[in-house]
């Protein structure tokens, strides 16, 4: 008997429908992979593979470049991938933007597009451009802010090692940077900021209106979201006195107010259970064992869902 793709029962039919997932591959790939993991989406990759194999038999995934995966989603070859906002604007690609995921290759943080020159470059400013040359993989974004500023200046498109560029090849460059450690081991000063770019999930509008197909593409963003808010926070439990509670309460910085539950063996203890950033674990621990908290446990956060 076929089930019905769109319930939670049963597997699916080989007539069941499938979504074509796009991943990226290169700098986001770890990252976004094990996103995925957290988010209940297991995907095994093997050596020199562009086909990922996947848990979800509704799924079929390849991988892509991020720099590519817009015009894919967009001319329908995936209905939905996993790419920058940088690379929807730069490829002037029509898609529908599902959902933003604030991580990158190595943090949880959007990362910047900026203008960078040599450390003793006398360019200040964005007029100071005038009449240079500038390289980046981003040249129609580079390009529409040069435009925005009125000002003229030959942006060619790098392919690779844009920062080793300056001076020798090119006045100034547009690179993207989480943090600017590394434009600043090539000895070089960011002097503006293009744009703020994260990572999307991003649909075909074709296969958005479909409804199979959406509910499928929100499920995914849904649990991808909770598991970037898991992300640097645990759960903690914990028994104490009933007359302790409010000082319990007090120093546990929770993501909401904890949940309180008396124990089933009297009246005098309670159950707290609470969601907090791990970074307080090794504080709060030692606070709460002098508060007389006892049956302590911190434990591992996959997903948060609001």
């Given at each position: 008997m076929a089930t019905d793709p769109g319930t939670?029962?049963?597997?699916?039919?080989?007539?069941?429908?499938?979504?074509?997932?796009?991943?990226?591959?290169?700098?986001?790939q770890t990252a976004t992979l094990e996103l995925l993991h957290r988010a209940g989406y297991n995907f095994s990759t093997r050596e020199r593979s562009?086909?990922?194999?996947?848990?979800d038999e509704e799924l079929r995934a390849m991988l892509v470049r991020a720099q590519e995966m817009a015009r894919y989603v967009m001319d329908g070859v995936f209905d939905a991938g996993i790419t920058g906002k940088d690379w929807v604007l730069e490829t002037q690609s029509d898609v529908h933007p599902v959902s933003d995921?604030?991580?990158s290759k190595t943090s949880m943080?959007?990362?910047?597009?900026?203008?960078?020159?040599p450390e003793n470059s006398d360019i200040r400013s964005v007029k100071d451009l005038e009449g240079k040359r500038i390289a980046t993989e981003v040249v129609h974004i580079a390009r529409t802010w040069l435009r925005k500023n009125d000002v003229n200046a030959d942006v060619e498109f790098s392919w690779g090692a844009t920062e080793a560029k300056c001076p020798d090849l090119v006045d100034a460059i547009v690179e993207v940077t989480e943090t600017g450690s590394s434009l600043q081991a090539n000895k070089l000063r960011i002097v503006d900021v293009l744009m703020h770019s994260n990572t999307q999930l991003i649909a075909n509008r074709?296969?958005?209106?479909?409804?199979?197909?959406?509910?499928?593409?929100?499920?995914?963003?849904?649990?991808?979201?909770?598991?970037?808010?898991?992300?640097?926070?645990?759960?903690?439990k914990l028994n104490v006195q009933r007359d302790r509670v409010k000082q319990v309460i007090g120093i546990l910085p929770a993501l909401r107010m904890p949940t309180v539950s008396p124990l089933a063996n009297g009246n005098d203890w309670v159950a707290i259970e609470t969601v907090i950033e791990e970074q307080h674990v090794r504080r709060l621990i030692p606070e709460l064992k002098r508060l007389g908290a006892e049956g302590?446990?911190?434990?591992?956060?996959?997903?948060?869902?609001p």
């Open positions: 939670n029962s049963g597997k699916p039919t080989r007539n069941s429908p499938i979504l074509r997932l796009g991943l990226p591959k290169g700098s986001l562009y086909f990922p194999s996947t848990d995921l604030i991580y943080r959007p990362v910047r597009w900026v203008l960078a020159v074709e296969a958005w209106e479909d409804p199979w197909k959406r509910q499928k593409i929100e499920n995914i963003a849904l649990l991808m979201q909770g598991a970037i808010r898991a992300e640097g926070r645990v759960g903690l302590i446990i911190e434990y591992a956060l996959n997903k948060i869902i």
